[in-house]
């Protein structure tokens, strides 16, 4: 069970989510996450643009864990730890975000980490590199939605032919609710620029979707073929169309499919609110 762990380890990492400004309802007043508390309390600080600039983990931190610069259009442009020398670069190309570069240091050369593959309708449909905890992960989507309906996680690199793929290791299957997602009024970039945070399952630098997750389900890849060791049930009490609170159900399932644990946690989101 030891990998299993492991994967139940992973899906503890972030899943923020979000929605362009233009999506909003028309007159809708516009909500930037002022914090959120689930497991941990984060608390979100803005410059004079509305840019997101820094993220502070409490009661742990002395000071912003994490501290943004962002580009004249607003999408963040690095992102570093605030007691690190180290921070990553966000490489844009034709308005879209295609890699992300690792620098050791100010005025040091980036290394490439994290490579962005998207389809004819501008939505990514591979992320490649070390960011990953592992080799690749594939989005697939239903019809014309932005929201991705499974990320497929692969323990190897890209077979040259596609009929040569592995299976893959790990296979995340999500349902959405119809609402707007409480990130959407900071994030103005392809993905979630942001690691350690706490908001729903999944993988940090996934691509942002405008909806909620309201389902989330864990497929392992066994010898004979996949069973669903967790699931992830959420529920939400909205305002304005946003969600201000929410039940998280965590369901934990044996190899035989029976039920190993269960538990829940209570999280909620607080805003800055402002005029279109």
């Not at 580009?71 to 570093?80: E, I, S, V, W």
């Not at 005025?107 to 309708?121: E, I, L, S, W």
């Not at 997602?181 to 103005?188: E, K, V």
Request: with cysteine.
């Amino acid at each position: 069970m030891k990998h299993y762990s492991f994967m139940l380890w992973l899906s503890l990492a972030i899943f923020l989510a979000a929605c362009n400004k233009n999506d909003c309802p028309p007159g809708q007043e516009l909500w930037q996450v002022s914090s959120s508390d689930r497991i941990s309390k984060y608390q979100y600080k803005y410059d004079h643009n509305r840019s997101l600039i820094q993220i502070t983990k409490l009661p742990w931190s002395f000071g912003p864990n994490w501290i943004l610069t962002n580009d004249q259009l607003k999408r963040p442009l690095t992102l570093r730890d605030s007691i690190q020398t180290f921070y990553d670069q966000f490489i844009y190309q034709g308005g879209r975000l295609i890699r992300i570069e690792g620098h050791t240091g100010p005025n040091t050369p980036g290394t490439p980490h994290t490579f962005f593959t998207y389809d004819n309708k501008g939505r990514i449909i591979k992320k490649q590199g070390s960011a990953n905890y592992y080799a690749y992960v594939k989005y697939e989507y239903e019809g014309n939605s932005r929201n991705f309906k499974r990320a497929l996680f692969y323990n190897n690199p890209p077979a040259a032919k596609a009929s040569q793929e592995p299976d893959a290791a790990l296979i995340l299957e999500y349902t959405y609710d119809n609402k707007i997602n409480p990130f959407s009024t900071f994030l103005y970039t392809d993905v979630i620029p942001f690691w350690d945070t706490e908001y729903m399952g999944g993988t940090f630098y996934d691509p942002i979707v405008p909806n909620n997750v309201v389902n989330q389900k864990f497929w392992g890849k066994v010898d004979t073929g996949y069973f669903k060791f967790s699931e992830y049930d959420y529920t939400y009490v909205y305002d304005h169309n946003y969600p201000v609170s929410h039940i998280l159900r965590q369901t934990a399932y044996n190899d035989d499919g029976t039920i190993a644990f269960q538990s829940t946690d209570p999280g909620a989101h607080t805003y800055d609110k402002f005029p279109r």
